[in-house]
């Protein structure tokens, strides 16, 4: 399974980019998906889910900054990130799997996200 994931670069604090993640139509209809987050010198972490029937959820540092959604109709999932500090820089990666809040076996290669002066 392939995911794509695009997006990344590099924007000032309190900018904006949008992350995309695309698959083929029937894995995309099927699955929940996530993004997972890592920084440089750190582990990989959670940073939002969306289930198949489109309900979300955040890890706190996020919330209120970053929304996630889904179009099953472009077989495309997005991270839509917003006032963005230093902290949020990290490589971005997309999963796929069955479970909603569960990580899955399937992953996008990653996209850097750099968040400087």
């Known amino acids: 399974v392939q995911l794509q994931a695009s997006g990344g670069g590099l924007v000032q604090p309190g900018g904006s980019l949008r992350l995309s993640c695309s698959t083929s139509?029937?894995?995309?209809?099927?699955?929940?998906l996530a993004w997972f987050r890592q920084g440089p010198g750190e582990q990989r972490e959670y940073v939002a889910a969306i289930s198949q029937g489109g309900s979300t959820n955040y890890r706190d540092s996020v919330k209120g900054r970053f929304t996630i959604s889904r179009d099953n109709a472009r077989s495309t999932m997005y991270l839509q990130m917003n006032n963005l500090q230093p902290e949020d820089t990290a490589v971005y990666y997309c999963?796929?799997?069955?479970?909603?809040?569960?990580?899955?076996?399937?992953w996008g290669q990653g996209t850097q996200v750099t968040v400087s002066s």
């Open positions: 999963n796929a799997g069955d479970y909603f809040l569960q990580q899955g076996p399937y």
């Open positions: 139509r029937s894995i995309f209809a099927a699955s929940a």
